[in-house]
């Protein structure tokens, strides 16, 4: 049923009910001060958690997955549509709307991208800024209705805290830590300029001036959960044993550097001599070390014995380690990529391997998580930017224009090859204009047949069909189905394609 349809219920009556129907819990958030007190993990909370999450980005296999993620995002095609039955009341309003996503000071494109950053940081606030349309104010356009100017991201990291209504209910807006210039700064005064004194100010922006987006936000969190909180105790493991790798390398390579003394040098009772002696000394292994000098001079002095009482010497310390170090970073990278969506980039490497089937569907695996995010983005435009943009203009909200995204498909032309001709074998495809018109489509051929064209004219136009390309559907199937296996027999056992 539609949400305009009258309905021939009878009319309700103010009598109060016996259920309360009101709000009584909560949803049992812990807050301290405007910050969340959820994660028991300090690295992970907020703001802590902003410098944990941008150090854990610079790591190569986190980097590949979160950008992997980001431009499939990037890649979605919006567009502004008409509840089915509105398109003559909601034309124009839909007209202005796509009007909006190409009259800010900024690209839709970047918008998505800057208000996507959710799926890194766990939640992400972009503030809505509106103008009246005028060119002369940098519109395109003049006919004074109120329109974005930009949709501005306000960077996770520089929020201070969140607060909440009297009743501590409902989100009311956060605090936004702003460096400022100080007292009138004159850009004359050259780098001078650059040099004044920075002042910190909190901005408080309430809750109807920002979108806000979440990735799964436990407890209506307004932090939301970040996908790299799953995956941080691994990248820590990972870090670790990659520190002890290289200083294992770094000590292998360098060797061990012994210098032999006489006794008295390493008397806690040597003379002062002989002490700032072990003092060069101790300088000198040091230097020899980290190779900043190129040898070491010793005095040539001999025993009793003839045996040098000074003496320098490298001893190897390489050995075999009873763990494979670069096993185990495998091992916790791999748990990264799995945790983030994105095990599909190590497919084939490492010595391993992956079937055509294994990368589909690890793919679709990666198409959820994007179209989840996709959904948040779209949820939030519809739910609050495109009321708010009517409110504004005094229009009615009760049906509203949407905004929509698609993902581009990416069509194997082998497989809507194989597709096309086993579906028209067993008749299930008719010839018609529309059925035409979208195989070229797929294929991105640049033509497209007449829509009010004949079955006839269509079979002129695309010549005679090769009906022996499925003979062997027609004549008989793999599972019993029709007459035979073909004039060749059942082949379809040896074809690969078919494994």
């Known amino acids: 049923m539609e949400d305009g349809e009258v309905t021939s219920l009878e009319t309700g009556s ?12 909560r949803s049992g958030l812990i807050v301290l001060g405007g ?51 509105y398109d003559d009341k909601l034309k124009d309003h839909a007209i202005f709307l796509r009007q909006c996503m190409n ?6 494109t970047d918008f998505i991208k800057q208000a996507s950053s959710f799926g890194r940081y766990g939640f992400s606030t972009v503030e809505k800024v509106y103008r009246y349309r005028e060119k002369d104010k940098g519109s395109k356009f003049n006919d ?25 209910k409902d989100l009311a807006g956060f605090y936004q830590n702003v460096w400022s210039m100080g007292t009138n700064p004159s850009p004359s005064e050259g780098w001078g300029y650059m040099d004044s004194p920075r002042e910190l100010t909190q901005k408080f922006i309430p809750r109807k001036k920002f979108l806000h987006f979440r990735h799964n936000p436990q407890k209506d969190s307004p932090t939301g959960t970040s996908p790299l909180a799953s995956v941080w105790q691994a990248w820590k493991m990972k870090t670790a044993y990659q520190e002890a790798e290289a200083l294992g390398a770094a ?4 060797a061990f550097k012994i210098l032999y003394l006489p006794p008295e040098y390493l008397d806690s009772e040597a ?10 000394f101790q300088k000198a292994l040091v230097n020899a070390h980290h190779a900043r000098e190129s040898g070491i001079i010793l005095p040539y002095v001999t025993d009793e014995q003839g045996k040098k009482m000074f003496e320098f010497d490298i001893k190897s310390i390489g050995g075999t380690s009873r763990y494979d170090i670069d096993k185990i970073i495998a091992r916790y990278n791999q748990e990264i990529l799995v945790g983030l969506f994105a095990d599909v980039l190590a497919l084939g490497s490492g010595g391993g391997g992956g079937s055509f089937s294994l990368s589909e569907s690890k793919l679709s695996v990666i198409d959820l998580a994007v179209a989840a995010r996709l959904d948040e983005i779209r949820n939030q435009l519809n739910h609050d930017l495109v009321r708010q943009i009517f409110e504004l203009n005094r229009w009615d909200t009760e049906v509203m224009p949407y905004f929509e995204y698609r993902l581009p498909e990416a069509v194997n032309l082998e497989e809507l090859g194989k597709f096309i001709q086993r579906v028209k074998a067993v008749g299930m495809l008719p010839i018609h204009p529309k059925v035409v018109n979208w195989v070229l489509k797929l ?9 009010n064209a004949t079955t006839e004219e269509l079979q002129k136009l695309m010549g005679e069909p090769d009906t022996k390309a499925g003979e062997g559907m027609q004549e008989g199937m793999s599972n019993g189905t029709g007459k035979s296996s073909g004039k ?3 082949s379809s056992t040896s074809n690969k394609e078919h494994a």
């Open 443 to 451: 294929a991105e051929i640049p033509y497209q047949v007449d829509e």
């Open 271 to 280: 003379s002062e001599d002989k002490q700032e002696a072990l003092k060069i």
């Open 103 to 108: 009259d800010m000071e900024h690209t839709w």
């Open 488 to 490: 060749s027999g059942n």
């Open 251 to 254: 000590q292998d390579a360098n």
């Open 35 to 85: 910050n969340i007190f959820e994660e028991c993990q300090e690295e992970l909370r907020w703001p802590e958690a902003a410098n944990t999450y941008k150090e854990m980005s610079k790591d190569a296999s986190i980097a590949a997955a979160l950008d992997y993620v980001d431009n499939k995002v990037a890649t979605a095609q919006w567009e502004v549509k008409i509840p089915e039955g």
């Open 14 to 25: 103010n009598d109060s009910p016996t259920l309360t129907m009101g709000e009584i819990g």
């Open 144 to 168: 004074l209705l109120i329109a974005p100017r930009k949709l501005a991201l306000r960077s996770q990291d520089s929020i201070d805290r969140w607060r909440w209504s009297g009743s501590g």
